[in-house]
């Protein structure tokens, strides 16, 4: 079993950055492969980036390439987003996920979320 939380949104301006955390506990956080999502109102709830357990490969999606990164911290079992070049239409409720089987689609565990507002 795997505890996600997530923390660090809120409001920011357009054109600013914010860094989201997802703190993990319970089984070794280095064993999932970990990722976030979005969900913005009124949408489904889409992928925005993820990283492989040992933290050397990362994927994006194009919406959020050159200015989202993903990172993680096993050490200390967390997992960051660092959002540059914020827009309006990044206003979402962000989640992080863990992953047992990399690239499988599948994900076990997942965080109650962090709201993030952009404003214009």
């Known amino acids: 079993q795997v505890q996600l939380v997530e923390s660090g949104g809120g409001l920011v301006q357009a054109g600013g950055s914010l860094r989201l955390s997802c703190a993990a506990s319970?089984?070794?956080?280095?064993?999932?492969?970990m990722a976030w999502f979005r969900q913005a109102p009124g949408k489904e709830r889409e992928f925005v980036t993820t990283?492989?357990?040992?933290?050397?490969?990362?994927y994006s999606a194009d919406s959020v390439k050159g200015r989202f990164t993903i990172s993680r911290d096993n050490a200390k079992s967390t997992v960051y987003l660092q959002m540059n070049s914020l827009k309006p239409e990044d206003t979402a409720v962000y989640f992080c996920?863990?992953?047992?089987?990399w690239g499988s689609g599948v994900y076990d565990y997942w965080g109650q979320g962090t709201q993030v507002t952009v404003s214009s």
């Open positions: 996920a863990a992953q047992l089987r």
């Open positions: 990283i492989s357990r040992s933290g050397l490969s990362t």
């Open positions: 319970g089984r070794t956080v280095s064993s999932y492969a």
